[in-house]
């Protein structure tokens, strides 16, 4: 990840479809990539829905907004955890110290796409 380490990333905004096969994977991947760090996790699509073609670009703004405002959102509607995805949901507006954020964006037929934002301190 440009040189940095797992450790460095204080936020993702999952693809996080809500469907239970591409959640699995993609918190299979994230607890691959980060191990026992407990990164923050929340999807943008909780709130606004899935965006198709958009999804990437609106949830990169949405990244980019939650480093300016210090804040992770929430992912809304998120009742009942599922043991096999044990990674820290983030389900209330919470305020944070957030230099580096990763967006996941991932589409049909293998089209994956992730990105890392981290705040200017030019």
Do not use: W
Not at 14 to 33: C, F, P, Q, W
Not at 62 to 84: F, G, H, R, S, V
């Amino acid at each position: 990840m440009a040189g940095l380490e797992p450790e460095d990333v204080d936020y993702i905004n999952a693809h996080g479809t809500s469907t239970k096969l591409n959640d699995r994977s993609e918190a299979l991947a994230i607890r691959e990539v980060f191990g026992d760090y407990k990164v923050p996790v929340s999807s943008t699509k909780s709130m606004i829905g899935h965006l198709i073609g958009a999804a990437g670009s609106v949830e990169a703004a949405a990244c980019a907004l939650a480093i300016e405002k210090q804040m992770i959102p929430p992912t809304i509607n998120y009742e009942t955890p599922d043991p096999e995805m044990d990674l820290n949901i983030i389900t209330e507006p919470t305020p944070a110290k957030l230099n580096v954020v990763m967006n996941n964006s991932f589409g049909f037929g293998g089209h994956n796409a992730v990105m890392v934002l981290k705040k200017y301190t030019g």
